[in-house]
């Protein structure tokens, strides 16, 4: 079983910057593609970015293209989004997720196997 823990949410202004990790556990995290995703209050779940297995290949919403970086260090079993330049509605909790695919950046959430708790950011204006 793989356990996924995200954290480096937050409460940030407008325009500032945070950094989400998440930590997988239970196997190793170069055995998956790995993603992230973000639910607004109200909204339906969507995804931010992912990344195949070793980095070599990134996907990123247009609503965070630019503004957002991906990667991943799998000697730490670890993935991270940096996101810069955030706006109010940027406001949500984000989760991390792993999925069988190594080659793919994986867009869609039903192709995940894993998921975490989620880590809450929000973006005062």
């Known amino acids: 079983q793989v356990q996924l823990v995200e954290s480096g949410g937050g409460l940030v202004q407008a325009g500032g910057s945070l950094r989400l990790s998440c930590t997988v556990s239970?196997?190793?995290?170069?055995?998956?593609?790995m993603g992230w995703f973000r639910r607004a209050p109200g909204k339906e779940r969507e995804v931010v970015s992912a990344i195949d297995w070793n980095g070599g290949t990134t996907y990123y919403a247009d609503s965070m293209k630019g503004r957002s970086t991906v990667s991943r260090d799998n000697a730490k079993n670890a993935v991270y989004l940096q996101m810069d330049s955030l706006k109010p509605e940027d406001t949500a909790v984000y989760y991390c997720?792993?999925?069988?695919?190594?080659?793919?950046?994986?867009?869609?959430?039903?192709?995940?196997?894993?998921w975490g708790q989620g880590t809450q950011v929000t973006v005062s204006s």
């Open positions: 239970g196997r190793p995290a170069s055995l998956y593609g």
């Open positions: 997720a792993a999925g069988p695919f190594r080659g793919v950046a994986q867009s869609r959430a039903n192709m995940y196997s894993f």
